[in-house]
């Protein structure tokens, strides 16, 4: 996902807080905003204490948006036992969390084999230092700004410094921030160095979510400039 030249700016809208009954035109609506691709929480209530959907409604959304990004954010135990089924339904990228899998190298194997990009997460109270070991082997790290399980929570700003810490290191990889996030919370994410950004809240219950992805964006892509002239 990364350009040549550094990272570049994505936006992905969370549809766990959409209409679930209208998910085709949910889907539709974020994508419209701007928006580069979607990031779609998938809970089993065994890894975070919450239900979601799995990859039979991914299966059905897919021939309706041919053409759009489906991020898989798995947010279940053992995350490579649904690898295969996630890839035939569509999912294009499948980020699983470091604390939810024996063995995250037969993870990320699984996935590529399986044809899909990988990400790798860890929940704010996990060291930042677990996913070095893989960063050359995933196409994203995805820090959790929130205990994984449920929209609309608060942002926990004392994640960023896991940012600043990959970002300092890698000037290239992708750092993806999910939980909170949204325009009152886009400058931290921007100044700690994240590129890829996950909003659920901020963009659904906006009035008008295309200003909402636009001024994200906007901050994100001046800090990348900066970034780029500073380290
Ligand atoms: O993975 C999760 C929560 O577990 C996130 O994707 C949130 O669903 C994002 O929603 P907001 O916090 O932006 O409302």
Redesign the pocket.
């Known amino acids: 996902m990364a350009t040549s030249n550094g990272s570049s700016c994505r936006i992905a809208p ?4 959409a209409d679930l009954s209208s998910l085709t035109s949910e889907c539709q609506r974020f994508m419209e905003c701007g928006s580069d691709f979607l ?1 779609l ?1 998938v ?1 089993d209530g065994h890894f ?1 204490p ?1 239900l979601t959907f799995g990859h039979p409604v991914v299966k059905c959304l897919r021939p309706k948006l041919p053409n759009v990004c489906f991020e898989m ?1 798995m ?1 279940v135990q053992d995350p490579e036992k649904w690898v295969d089924p996630v890839a035939d339904a569509g999912g294009n990228l499948y980020s699983f969390h470091y604390e939810a899998t024996k063995d995250v190298d037969l993870c990320i194997r699984k996935i590529k084999e399986a044809g899909m990009k990988v990400g790798l997460g860890i929940n704010p109270p996990t060291d930042v230092n677990v996913v070095l070991p893989y960063i050359d082997k995933v196409d994203l790290i995805l820090i ?10 608060k ?1 926990m700003p004392e994640c960023m410094s896991k940012v600043e810490t990959l970002r300092e290191k890698y000037k290239n990889l992708d750092i993806e921030v ?5 325009p009152d919370t886009i400058q931290q994410c921007a100044d700690a160095g994240a590129n890829v950004i ?8 906006n009035e008008n979510p295309t200003e909402v992805v636009k001024y994200m964006r906007r901050v994100i892509d001046e800090a990348i400039q900066k970034h780029h002239l500073e380290r």
């Open positions: 969370s549809i766990l807080n990031h929480d809970m975070v919450n954010h947010m959790m700004t929130v205990n994984p399980g449920f929209g609309g929570q942002f999910d939980g909170g996030v949204g996950v909003s659920g809240s901020a963009i659904i219950k």
